[in-house]
C-alpha cells in the first residue's frame, strides 16, 4: 500500500487525473484546476481543488464565471473532509446536490502485478477501433462510451491495453503515466466475457507497464457503488486515500 498522506500527493494526483482525461481546455486560478469538457467525463469537467485545505468561499463565484463564460455548466469535484463541511454548506445554500461518490485508491506498482497470472494484455501508445469499440458496445451507455474514448485518446504518455479474441476486443482499459504516479482509466470488459480474469489481467499489464517507466506509485478512482470493481482493486492491492463526490446544480 502507498499511503497518501502529503499535500504533494494530493496535488500530483489530482493533476495526473486531468492530464489523463484530457480535456478540450483547462485553466489554473488560485489553487483549483478547471477543466471545460463538453462530454460525459465528469473528471473532465469539474473544478477541482489540488490541496485538502478550507477554500475560499469566493472561489465559488470565481468558478461559476469561468463555467459560464464557455456556456458549460458549473460542476465541482469535492474531497469529502471535514476542510470542505463550510464549502458544501455554501453550495448547499445555493442550490447545489452532491452525488456519485467516488473514491481514490492508491497501491504499489509491484503489488497490482501480482492480480493475475497472465499472460499481459496487448499494448499501444494510440487506441484503435477494436479498442474503442469495447465501451460502446452491449451493456455500455453508447454515448458515455464515446465520450470516454475521446477525452482519452487525447491523453499525453498514455498507454492502451487490450485483450482480444479474434477481431474483437472483450477488455481495454488505459494507463496514464505524469506527475510521479502512473493511473488507470477506462477499465472495460465485455458483458459476455466477465468473470474470466481479464480485467486484473488488463491491470497486471499496466502495473507492469508503470514500472517498466520506474513509476511504483498507482493510483484509479472508482465509484463507491461498483462493487464488483472494488473487489478487484482490494485484490490488487489498492486502498482508499479518499472519496469525492461531484457538486452540481439538479
Known sequence: MIPVVTPQDIEAIERATVAAVSPQAQEEIAGWLLPFDSGTVGRARSAVPLAHVAPDAAMLETIEARYAARALPVMLRLPNVPAFDAF?????????????????????ASSVM?????????????????????????????VDGASRVATLSRAPNALFASIREGDQTVAAGMGGFSHGWASVHGMRTAQHCRGRGLAGRVLATLAQAARSRGIECMFLQVEASNASALALYRRAGFTTAWTYSYWKKP
Open 88 to 108: 458544501s454548506n455554501l453550495l448547499h445554500a445555493k442550490g447545489y446536490a452532491a452525488g456519485k461518490p467516488t473514491h481514490v485508491q492508491t497501491a504499489a
Open 114 to 142: 501480482k492480480v493475475s497470472p497472465g499472460p499481459f494484455a496487448q499494448t499501444a501508445t494510440k487506441p484503435d477501433a477494436a479498442w474503442a469499440a469495447v465501451f460502446v458496445g452491449e451493456g455500455f451507455d453508447a
